[in-house]
Every structure is written in C-alpha cells, then in structure tokens.
C-alpha cells in the first residue's frame, strides 16, 4: 500500500538547523535503503505557488502566499504494508523535528493512495 | 452488531503499531543479532522473544519513544543471556558464580559492539545465509520472507496456499540444514558471491511471481509478495549496489508492477499487454523501473538474464501504444537472452517479436522449427502464437485449428473463453486482430 505524507508546519523566523536537515537525510537513506520512500521532496512556501479554484460555475486563478497559518514543507511517497507503518515512518520523521528544532510545531498528514488492492473486482 | 469495546480497539492499535515496527527492524534485528550467535535460526528465534516481549509490554505501558531501540536492547539481552547461557554450558567446570561484572562484562560489549557495527554487511550476509543454495527452493524461499520480511508463518502459509504446519517444517528444516551443513554467517568470497547472489534473485522473482500470478479474489497476502518482493529487491540493491543482475531484477520487477492495474479486467479477467489500457500503468514504477535498468547497464559486467528481461520490458513501458513499440529491439534482445539462456519459451517469445517487427512469415518460420524440434509439448501458447501468425498470414483454416488446440490444452478457464472467441473470429472471416 502506498501513503502521502504531507508535512505542514508554522512558519519560523530562522531558517531549519543544519543538525535537523542532516538527521533528515540520515533518516531518508535509511527509508530508501528499506525499500519502502519511493520519492520525496521540499516543498516551497505558498508564495511561489497559486490556486486555480473553480466556484459559482467560475473559474479563478489566485497566486500566493495564502494566509493560512500552515505551510506546506514536504511530501514524502512510501510503499508500506499498512497504515502503521507509514505512521511509524511520519512519527521518526517528526520526532527529529522535535529533537532537533525547538519551538517548531508542525503535523505530517498520512494519507492513503488508493492502489490495485482497492479496485479489487468482487471474488 | 455490538461495537468493539475500546480497551479491545486500544490493544488492538497497539499490536498493529508493534507490529509495524517489527516489519521495519525485524531484518536488521536478526542480522545483529545472527552476527553475534552465527546462528541465523537462533537470531531469529532471539528476535521473535524481543517481539513477543513488546506485544505483551506495549499494550500495557504505550509504546515506547524510540521502539526499534527498545526491540535492539531487549535482544540484545536476551542474546547476552543466551551467550552466556551456551559459554556457561560450554564451561561446566566453572563454579555458576554471578561474578560477570555488568557494565564492563565483556560478553555485553561484544554483543553490542557486533549489533551497532557493519549493519549493512550484516544485512547481506543474512540474504545470502537465508537464500543458501544448500537448501530447497522452498526453505529458501520462507526463510527468505521470514527473517528478511519479518512474515509470521501464517502469513506465509496463506501467501503460498500451504498449511501452517508446511510453512513452519519449510522454516525448521531450512534452519536445520544450514546448521548441520556448517555454513558460516560470513560473505562468501569474491568466485562465490556470483552464484550466491544468483540464488537470492532467484528467490526473490519467485515470490514476486507467486505474487504477480495471484487471481482476483485470493487472500490479500498474495499479491502483498509482489511488494515483499519489490522491497527486498530494493534492499539488496542498496547493498550490493556494484551489481548489475541486482538492478536488473528490480528494473524487471517495477516495470512488471507497473501493470499490476492494468492486467485485470472489469470482471477479474486477466487482459494480455497488447489489449491493456497503459494509460492504467504505474508511472512512478516505470521511471523507477528505468533508472534501475540504467544503473544495471552502466555497470562494467556483462548483460545477465535479468537485465535482459528488464531492457525488455522497458521497450513495452517506453511505447505509449502497441504500435509505438520497439518490436526490432524487442526481438534483437529476446536472440541475445536465447544465447545466454537458451529455452524454447523465448524462442517463442522471438517469434512474436519477429512476426511484429519483420513479419508474420519469419514470425512462423521460428515457430515451426520449435514444432518441428518437438518444443514445448502441451503448451498452449505454442499454438497460440502459431495460430495468431497464421491468421495474419490470411491462412484461417490453419489459424482456427491452432487455437481450438490451444483452448484444449489450457486449464485455465479465461484463458480457454479467449483461444475459443479468437478461433470463432476466424472463423467468421475477420481475420485481422486488433493490437
């Protein structure tokens, strides 16, 4: 089974500390040498980014930031057996924020991909 | 129907969560472990002990900060007991005194010495101890998904439709013979690695078929083994990076996940690669599937059967449509996989190439050889192949009569229903088959 993990956070004033970007990386190894992170990557702040909405039969185009008070920060794509799994993975992957970064407060989202084991035909 | 009361639903989350953990730890726990007792069957057993530990312990006192350390530590000491256990037995003269100092003992520092260091290495050298040409392909096989996949023996045994007590002899007699044959925890030299390695691949492109083969409707943990296999290819290719067969194997086996969507129609019907809807396949498992095969073809070893395999069916992920395929490449590799690995099977498989890239008359002049050599008796896809070649030769007669065969001799059902429609098309004079 495959899960999304979306990491969100509250914007900081100081840039991540080296020691938790490095733990990251250790940590990413580890889960792509496991066989189980099939791709990731950052992701930059809304003001790069824009939403194409479509509302009252209109489309619109709106280019950031956005006011929202969570940012995203990464995705991160895993192949797992089970949502325990990619929790456990989300749980590593905040606890060296909670390690290494102080006063960051943030959520990893685990989100299911549907697969073939969810188009299964009836039996 | 009464709702599962929460201390139930708790315990239960709890066993999952453990669980997961072992899944991820199990290989590198029972590698630490097996480097410290040699004994991979010990390792294991020592593994299960620390995962029978946090089932009980977790539930109660919640899961713990850093549980693959908690696993790693529990282990550790019951190895350190089990050593001492052994050292003690082996010394029997020696007065049962409690005088080993803790802290400073050196049985403990070995012990955690062994289970922090060269991980990677001991992760390999588990895959080829459990992978050992010196057992069954069986034995192989469930060791393998045992102490590398971190699979419980029932999970075994309903990913292979065996009874538990199978799948449990399969584990106990592969850990009987590596111990009665004397085979060391050790990374076999560099003239034996190559053969050794060939005996892990082939046990793991077993599981995957055992799990690529599975029908709609079979128990969950079958087509799981296509995943199992998928990550222990992964794995190994992080460990034997240098090794172009090993990304072979994982190019071959993304590229063939790929499909997995595609490759089963509406009603559980198997649908063949010319017919399926690509736009189904797996884009992530290609490009992934892709940058392996380019990794296994840039390394400086000749081109092995894998690698082959896969530049294969990259030439089928490549072509947005059956008629974008690289059917003179196709057949081009199948001719160099037939020296390496002669087999009647490819050499069919050549003539498909052949009657696609060339034409249906040179396509059926390497059939009819296999025919004339006696090739592949009983084998529906013979005449299958035969009959397609046939059909677009505009020979209808002689094309309806090679698929009436190749219904007969198929046991599978769906497999029959489409050799008959194939023969029935002919029959009505439309000839031409689409894709």
């Not at chain 2, 009874?163 to 449990?168: F, K």
């Amino acid at each position: 089974m495959r899960y999304i993990v979306l990491l969100k956070g509250f914007p900081m004033a100081d840039p991540p500390p080296p020691a938790l970007m490095e733990a990251i990386m250790k940590l990413g190894g580890e889960a792509t040498r496991a066989g189980a992170l099939l791709d990731t990557a950052g992701l930059a702040p809304s003001a790069a980014g824009a939403r194409v909405r479509l509302s009252g039969g209109a489309l619109s185009v709106t280019d950031g930031p956005f006011a929202e008070a969570k940012e995203f920060i990464s995705y991160a794509l895993y192949q797992v057996r089970g949502k325990e799994e990619a929790v456990e993975w989300a749980s590593r992957f905040m606890r060296l924020h909670q390690e290494f970064w102080p006063g960051w407060a943030g959520e990893a989202e685990v989100v299911k991909v549907f697969g073939p084991e969810d188009f299964a035909p009836p039996a | 129907m009464p709702a599962t009361p929460p201390d139930q639903r708790s315990a239960d989350a709890a066993r999952r969560a453990v669980e997961a953990v072992w899944r991820i730890e199990s290989g590198r726990l029972i590698a630490g472990l097996a480097r410290v007792t040699r004994d991979i069957g010990l390792a294991e057993e020592l593994g299960q002990d620390a995962l029978v530990a946090a089932l009980e312990e977790w539930p109660h006192t919640g899961i713990p900060p850093n549980p693959a350390g908690w696993l790693m530590t529990t282990a550790k000491n019951r190895a350190i007991d089990a050593h001492r256990r052994r050292e003690m037995h082996r010394r029997k003269l020696e007065v049962l005194g409690r005088d080993v100092r803790e802290g400073h003992d050196p049985i403990s520092a070995e012990v955690n010495d062994a289970l922090d260091d060269h991980i990677g290495d001991d992760l390999l050298r588990l895959i080829v101890t459990a992978a050992h040409p010196v057992l069954s392909i069986e034995s192989r096989v469930a060791l393998t998904l045992r102490c590398l996949g971190g699979l419980s023996t029932p999970e075994i045994a309903r990913a292979f439709l065996i009874p538990e007590a199978t799948a449990a002899q399969r584990i106990v007699r592969g850990k009987r013979t590596l111990a009665a044959s004397g085979v060391a925890f050790e990374l076999p030299g560099p003239e034996e690695m190559a053969d050794r390695l060939a005996s892990v691949l082939e046990v793991i492109y077993l599981i995957f078929n055992e799990g690529y083969s599975a029908t709609t409707g079979e128990d969950w943990m079958r087509p799981a083994l296509v995943q199992e296999a998928l990550r222990l290819g992964r794995i190994l290719a992080g460990l034997a990076h240098d090794e172009p067969e090993v990304h072979g194997l994982v190019a071959l086996m993304e590229i063939q996940a790929s499909r997995l969507r595609a490759r089963i129609g509406v009603g559980g019907e198997p649908v063949l690669l010319p017919d399926q809807d690509r736009r189904l396949w797996d884009r992530l498992l290609i490009r992934r599937g892709l940058q392996a095969l380019e990794r296994a073809e840039s390394l400086p070893a000749p081109i092995g059967p894998y690698t082959l395999q896969a530049a294969i069916a990259a030439c089928h992920a490549r072509a947005a449509t059956v008629q974008d395929t690289d059917w003179s490449r196709i057949a081009a590799l199948y001719e160099v996989l037939g020296h390496l690995w002669p087999s009647p099977v490819v050499e069919l498989n050549r003539a498909v190439a052949v009657g696609r890239a060339t034409g249906p008359a040179e396509g059926l002049a390497i059939v009819d050889a296999l025919v004339r050599a006696g090739a592949l008796p009983g084998y529906p896809q013979l005449p299958a192949v035969r009959g397609d070649l046939l059909a677009q030769l505009g020979r209808s007669q002689e094309a309806r009569a090679e698929f009436e065969r190749a219904a007969e001799l198929t046991r599978n059902g769906q497999e029959r229903t489409l050799f008959l429609a194939r023969a029935a098309s002919i029959g009505t004079g439309s000839i031409l088959r689409p894709g």
